[in-house]
């Protein structure tokens, strides 16, 4: 079955210790993006990429890096300067080029508590 | 101002009743429209895009006032299932793929 497939789905990290989310697809899809979701606030952006090689930051990038070497895959690197990383990480892509589609497809999503 | 504004609810009705949820933006370059639909420590997932002319799915309505900027969708029937957090997702014109903008959600639930 087509998808996009997160790890881990729950991970603990203490406090200065770099950790990264995977996000692994395979729906052929061009572009990837992740996304931050805190308790009764919307979705935003962290990152996101349309082509393998090429990313750029969304609304809230900084404390975050990513790589896009692979169209399948799209890592995401909480580093210890995001100051307050305990949140719900969404991965999602897109497939369809052009300025009308908005379906995204996400993944079930990673849960990071930093203690 | 945020770039969606969604009431978050609670919104709590009985099994049959029809609900309606608003949804204001504030970039009169959007240009998509869309509801997800987000259940509990889950994903979210596209209930349904929204078009001008308004557009329905089954007991889903969806409609697009451009001129006051707003989106609201409509469920008649309410079936317990239909407990979720609801999405409003705005996409502005020009912006690349998939830029996609989300309100806080509004939470519906449904009982019995």
């Known amino acids: 079955d087509g998808g996009i497939t997160q790890s881990p789905k729950y991970l603990f990290r203490k406090e200065g210790q770099n950790v990264t989310l995977s996000c692994e697809q395979n729906?052929?899809?061009?572009?990837m993006y992740w996304y931050r979701q805190d308790p009764g606030q919307g979705l935003r952006l962290i990152y996101y990429s349309q082509i393998v090689n090429d990313f750029q930051k969304g609304d809230i990038a900084e404390g975050y890096s990513v790589s896009r070497e692979k169209k399948e895959s799209f890592p995401l690197t909480v580093t210890s300067a995001q100051k307050n990383p305990t949140a719900f990480y969404l991965c999602?892509?897109?497939?369809?080029?052009?300025?009308?589609?908005?379906?995204?497809?996400f993944g079930e999503g990673s849960r990071l508590t930093v203690l | 101002r945020k770039e969606v504004e969604q009431d978050p609810g609670p919104f709590n009705v009985p099994e049959g009743a029809t609900v309606a949820f608003n949804c204001t933006y504030s970039n009169s370059a959007s240009q998509s429209f869309f509801w997800y639909r987000q259940d509990c420590r889950k994903e979210p997932k596209l209930l349904m895009s929204v078009y001008s002319s308004g557009n329905e799915d089954g007991r889903f309505t969806a409609q697009l006032n451009r001129a006051s900027q707003y989106i609201s969708l409509l469920i008649r029937d309410s079936k317990l299932s239909d407990s979720a957090t609801y999405l409003c997702v705005v996409k502005r014109r020009g912006s690349t793929l998939g830029r996609l903008y989300f309100g806080r959600g509004t939470q519906l639930t449904v009982w019995p």
């Open positions: 729906l052929n899809h061009d572009a």
């Open positions: 999602a892509s897109s497939g369809s080029p052009g300025y009308g589609t908005g379906e995204l497809f």
